[in-house]
């Protein structure tokens, strides 16, 4: 079975300061790991995806993750904290073999808050 | 990325009653899934609706409930079943094409806020 964790269930950081959104994994063979973004009252946005090659990937809005397969994670990074980046973060997975479908498991959302 | 639509983009509903809400993409796609997100929780995948056979449901959800239709490779309904108020969710149709140009991304749409009295 595949499983996403996200330690923590809210961020707090000041407009202008790194912002950092843990996220750790469990998957059979080769993880696909997404991470999405939700605003107040809208859908899921895709953000990045890592699914092989180099262990940074950059996707939208100045968002990077970083891929470590020896502790499992893919944590999200921003060097520099918007306050439109308050919303809710999602890391999904799901195992690159054929066996697990493309059906994706999420974790349970971080809420990131950028004060001014 | 795909451009994905939903109707209705909210509702209240009677309990007992039924809802079916609709999907629409912009493209042709192979796979489409339905994800149900309750008030404060992550989303929980449902179904996998493939063309041409018929729905695959995750543990937990089942067909009398939950029927779904994938008429063509762009439209997919999900009908929420004689209502309870622990359906009140957002639901949210989502697709992938692997064989395409979005590779092994899901796309989401907008999502349906429904609420049961």
């Not at chain 1, 063979?29 to 999405?36: A, D, Q, V």
Request: hydrophobic share 35%; proline share 6%.
């Amino acid at each position: 079975a595949q499983s996403v964790a996200q330690p923590e269930d809210q961020v707090n950081v000041a407009e202008g300061n790194p912002l950092t959104v843990k996220c750790t994994y469990s998957v059979s063979g080769n993880p696909y790991l997404f991470w999405y973004v939700q605003y107040p009252n809208r859908g899921l946005q895709f953000l990045l995806k890592y699914i092989t090659g180099d262990n940074l990937v950059k996707g939208s809005y100045g968002f990077e993750a970083e891929f470590n397969k020896s502790q499992t994670s893919f944590h999200l990074k921003k060097p520099s904290a918007l306050v439109s980046d308050s919303a809710l973060y999602f890391c999904a997975v799901r195992g690159a073999n054929l066996a697990a479908g493309n059906k994706l498991t999420f974790g349970g959302g971080t809420r990131v808050l950028v004060k001014p | 990325s795909a451009v994905i639509s939903q109707k209705p983009s909210r509702d209240i509903c009677q309990r007992g009653t039924s809802l079916t809400i609709q999907c629409q993409v912009d493209s042709q796609v192979t796979m489409m899934f339905w994800y149900r997100q309750q008030p404060g929780q992550s989303l929980t995948l449902i179904a996998t609706a493939n063309q041409g056979s018929e729905a695959t449901y995750e543990s937990g959800f089942v067909i009398d409930k939950f029927p779904i239709s994938r008429p063509n490779l762009t439209f997919s309904t999900l009908t929420v079943s004689n209502m309870s108020p622990e359906d009140s969710s957002i639901y949210l149709c989502s697709v992938e094409d692997p064989a395409g140009v979005w590779g092994d991304t899901q796309y989401f749409g907008p999502g349906t806020r429904l609420t049961v009295l």
